[in-house]
Nanobody, 115 residues
């Protein structure tokens, strides 16, 4: 699967990061895209979703702080993360919207938020 997430790093609580994900055209075209995250010792969870037309959905834990967007010409999906909290610390992945146990996963990007 061709998915490459980038943009992670170490940031203080209250700070911001912008994640980007490059996807293959085969995967991206006509796909509802999502960002997921997996904290140490926890299951992978859905964070944000964007439809082909740009409609967005967010987990309650990130609503109002994170913004998902997509560039359909360049097959990329982005996640702007503001007001970061230590509990946002996780590996972040992009993929099609779907069952986390059924999807094939690319490389994620690590986000660490210090208190």
């Amino acid at each position: 699967v061709q998915l490459q997430a980038s943009g992670g790093g170490l940031v203080q609580a209250g700070g911001s990061l912008r994640l980007s994900c490059a996807a293959s055209a085969t995967l991206f075209d006509n796909a509802v895209m999502s960002w997921y995250r997996q904290a140490p010792g926890k299951q992978r969870e859905l964070v944000a979703t964007i439809t082909i037309s740009g409609r967005t959905f967010y987990a309650d834990s990130v609503k109002g702080r994170f913004t998902i967007s997509r560039d359909n010409r360049n097959n990329t999906v982005n996640l702007q993360m503001n007001s970061l909290r230590p509990e946002d610390t996780a590996a972040y992945y992009c993929n099609k919207y779907g069952d986390v146990l059924a999807l094939d996963w690319g490389q994620g990007t690590e986000v660490t938020v210090s208190s």
